[in-house]
Every structure is written in C-alpha cells, then in structure tokens.
C-alpha cells in the first residue's frame, strides 16, 4: 500500500523541542558596552523590522541615499560607494580580493589583531605580503614605515585606524597614506570601529579604500557594511585580468546592485534600511558634534576609569578613545570581570583575544552619559565584589568632572 509522503511519523530526523527567544533573553536587555556589537536607536531597530522589494523604486531612492550618506561619513566624493551584505571582516575581504592577486606585493601595517588578519586575507588570494610588526602598545614611526615601503616596494599597503584588539590608535595614518602614495602604492584602511568616532578624511588624506562594519562606531545592526574606493582603486578593480574566485565580494557585480538599479544578490533589505537610519542620524548630529561627543565621553570615561585606581592598557599617545583598554587586576581574568558585570549588573563589556584587559567601547550610543554612569558604576561594583581595591566615589566624580566639562 503506498504511504503518503508526508507522514511525520517517518520522518528520520525528529524534531526538536526548543525555547523560545522570550525564555531565552534577559527580560531587560543588557546594556551593549563591549567592543560591538553596540546599543542601536530606535529608529534603526524599527527601520531592521521592515521588508521591501530589493529591487523595487524605493530601494532604489534608498540605496541613492545611503551612498550620498556614506560619502559624508567617509569624507569622499568618490563614487565608488557600495554596500556589503556581511559583517565588517567581508568589507575588508571585498577590498582585498577585488584590489590583490597572485602575486601582488601587499605591505601591512600590523599592528595587531584586525591588521593581522588583513594581511592574512592577502595571503589567501595569493598575494605576496609582507608585513610591518608594530609593537604591542606602540604604533610605527613614520620611518620605519618610509623604511618597509622602500624595502618591499609594495603596490597596496593595508593599516588600521583604530586597532580595536589593543586599544591602539594609529594617529599617523594621514602620514602614513601620503608615504605609500609617493611610492606608488594604494591604501587600504581598516575604520570599522573608528569611522564617524573621529576624523577620518578619505580623499584629503589620499585614501583609496576605507572599510566599515555596522555595529560599531555607526551604530547599526550587524552584517551590514560599508565600503569606498577611490577612482584609482577602482580602475585597479576594472582593470584586473585575474578572475576574482569571490563572487558575492565582486566589486564589479556589486556595482550591478549598488549603481545599476539591477541584481547582484538579495540585498539584505533589512539592514540596509536600518544602515540608512544610522547614517541619517549621523548626518542630523553632524561629523563635528559627533566627534565632539565621542571625545568628551571617552576621555571622561578614562578619567573615570583611572580615578578609581585602575589602569588603562595604552600609552595615552596612542591611546584609541573608540575602544578603551583597561587592565585586569592581577589574580583575575577578563573573563572573571566580565561575567560578573553581565550577571549581576547587566552591562556587557569585552575581554580581548589573550590580552590581560577589558575593553569598554565608546562608539555611537555608546557615548551617552546615562550609559557611562552606568557602566563606571558596573564595573567599580564588580571590582569591589570581587575583592580588588578601588575608589568608586573617585571614579564616579571624575566622570562626572569630564562629561561637565571640568577636566
Ligand atoms: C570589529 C572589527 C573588525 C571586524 O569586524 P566584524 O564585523 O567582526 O567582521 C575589523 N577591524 C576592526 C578594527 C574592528 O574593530
């Protein structure tokens, strides 16, 4: 007697019994001040809850305003603008693989980290890199950069702005941009946790490629990214005779979408309109009283930090404000410090990759002055909890002096 088809019965893989995400989630969310993903506002979550015709007018029109967005939060009047459905990592994949090839001479600045994994991924498409090891705690002089630039000929150099692993921040990177330009050679540079938390100037600064995740300094979902390339970046891109093995990172199908009206793939519809929230308010806020607002709460929040007794990870030279480094007294592990602030104060904050520090991120909200009491508190608590000495009141007076401006 034949059997239908359908009888679950039969079915060899059975299904499983799960909870539900209520059962699943804190009931009240935890506050996101790790190293991203960050707190999102409330007009890119509800832009996140919406579904449209990826290929439709409205996306279109909305697709146009993204990118005349992006060029302000990237200072450039290229039009090289696209979008990247992946996180930060396949922004930084798409301008690597569409910009080096078997062969290429790639110099990376290394300076930890994220900057690791640039020339990692050069590696990977072939290219010949060489690379650039910068110190924990220290960024490269500008000779040693003259020096390697001159030593490896390089056709790319590829450095970050902020290195968010430890805490570093590479304040020659204009410098940096105009040494590999007089030798030739493009600039790729990681700003997925620093772009719109300080200045970054892609054409003043002779940028070709700049990079940039969603969840961080943007304050959007992630898995929605950004990318630029400068005209001669993307003559490099055009001009390539080597297939690209990566198909959804082609730049040149990427164009289909993101200048042709046409398709590439799905567009995460979502995230692109929840990018576009994102951007709206960064230009309503402005570049100018957005890094304002990063810098004050960030310092603030170091004053506070260090007020209480505790110490910051990097040398205020090369100190990174969008992410700060703190050091974990000793006997504790980050991952002591950050389980107890998210189990018993609801804050989130990160370790980092082996390094004997939290990380306190200063990106997007982030830097709103409810956050930081909030937060100064957690972790003054958390410290006392756990037995380690340090002075609250301090800590909280010193923030309060740095948000009111009595630094
Ligand atoms: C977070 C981060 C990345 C990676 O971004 P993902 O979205 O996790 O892929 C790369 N570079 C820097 C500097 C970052 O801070």
Request: with cysteine; proline share 5%.
């Amino acid at each position: 007697m034949p059997t239908s088809s359908f009888t679950s019965a039969s079915s060899a893989v059975p299904c499983p019994v799960v909870e539900s995400l209520d059962a699943i989630l804190p009931e009240e969310p935890l506050l996101m001040m790790g190293a991203g993903p960050v707190p999102i506002p409330a007009a890119v979550a509800k832009a996140n809850a919406i579904v449209i015709n990826h290929l439709g007018g409205t996306m279109v029109k909305v697709i146009g305003q993204v990118k005349s967005m992006a060029r302000y939060v990237f200072q450039t009047n290229s039009k090289w603008v696209l979008g990247v459905a992946g996180p930060g990592s396949a922004a930084m994949e798409m301008a690597i693989s569409n910009l080096a090839w078997e062969g290429t001479r790639v110099l990376s600045i290394k300076n930890g980290f994220f900057s690791e994994r640039m020339a990692e991924m050069g590696r990977r498409v072939g290219a010949r890199v060489s690379t650039l090891d910068v110190a924990d705690r220290s960024v490269a002089s500008l000779e040693e950069v003259a020096e390697a630039i001159r030593r490896e000929r390089p056709e790319i150099v590829t450095v970050v702005q902020g290195e968010t692993s430890n805490t570093v921040w590479n304040y020659h990177l204009k410098e940096i941009a105009a040494l590999a330009k007089a030798a030739g050679a493009l600039v790729i540079v990681d700003a997925v946790c620093t772009l719109s938390t300080m200045p970054l100037e892609m054409d003043a600064w002779g940028i070709d490629a700049v990079i940039t995740g969603g969840q961080k300094g943007l304050s959007s979902i992630p898995g929605v990214s950004l990318i630029a390339f400068s005209d001669a970046a993307w003559e490099r891109v055009k001009g390539r005779t080597a297939p690209n093995a990566h198909w959804c990172l082609d730049a040149s199908l990427a164009e289909n979408f993101w200048h042709n009206a046409g398709y590439h793939y799905t567009a995460p519809v979502s995230g692109v309109l929840a990018l576009h929230e994102a951007l709206r308010l960064v230009c309503a806020e402005t570049l100018e009283k957005r890094f304002a607002r990063h810098l004050k709460c960030s310092l603030a929040l170091q004053d506070g930090v260090a007020a209480m007794g505790l110490r910051l990870y990097t040398p205020e030279a090369c100190r990174l404000n969008s992410v700060v480094g703190i050091e974990v007294p000793e006997g504790f592990s980050p991952a002591d410090v950050c389980s107890h602030i998210s189990r018993m104060h609801q804050v989130e904050i990160s370790g980092s990759f082996g390094l004997p520090i939290v990380r306190v991120g200063q990106m997007g909200e982030q830097c709103r002055e409810h956050n930081l009491f909030r937060t100064v508190h957690a972790l003054g608590r958390t410290m006392v909890d756990l037995g380690v000495k340090v002075d609250l009141p301090a800590g909280v007076a010193a923030l309060e002096r740095g948000l009111s401006g009595g630094r």
